[in-house]
């Protein structure tokens, strides 16, 4: 049976991504799915991610990375983490269009997601204040083990994150 299947730069849209959000409603084997540099776009965005909070418990990896992901899919995606199925160890949004506030919001529904592990958001416009924030609410999370927010909009300064980092020290 089937557990990893790769979809990258298959020019899949929204439609497309209705009819695999569908087909990942019934199928209880794939693990893995890739679908970055796919135009999914808000839609298929928001279709993948009601399935994974009302539906699929077995998948584990999803690259969503430079699907055309805008603040409104990463809302849905983050209310998918707090679903009672969502199985996803991994998660990756890089090189989307999210803003600080629908990014920041993927971080706080780890608390109520025992699974989560990874979450990626390399290269996707997000303020320096705005990786701060992120930066410290996934510090104050005890499940997630790697957080990439690597080439966002001019990064967050050495000062500005020391003072995150000790706000995280200081409330433990």
Request: glycine share 8%.
């Amino acid at each position: 049976c089937l557990t990893n299947l790769v979809l990258d730069t298959n020019n899949i849209s929204a439609p497309g991504a209705t009819s695999l959000s569908q087909a990942l409603e019934r199928n209880k084997t794939l693990g893995s799915l890739s679908l970055q540099g796919n135009p999914l776009g808000s839609d298929g965005g928001c279709e993948f991610a009601r399935v994974l909070g009302e539906h699929n418990s077995t998948l584990q990896k999803l690259n969503m990375g430079s699907t055309d992901l805008d603040p409104r899919a990463f809302e849905a995606m983050a209310k998918a983490l707090r679903g009672p199925v969502c199985g996803l160890r991994l998660l990756g949004l890089s090189r989307n269009k999210p803003d600080d506030r629908s990014a920041l919001q993927l971080i706080h529904a780890l608390s109520r997601n025992a699974n989560l592990e990874e979450l990626e958001l390399a290269k996707c416009g997000l303020t320096a204040e705005g990786v701060a924030q992120i930066v410290q609410a996934a510090m104050s999370s005890s499940r997630l083990k790697r957080l990439d927010t690597l080439h966002n909009q001019g990064g967050a300064s050495p000062q500005l994150m020391a003072e995150r980092l000790a706000d995280v020290t200081r409330n433990r």
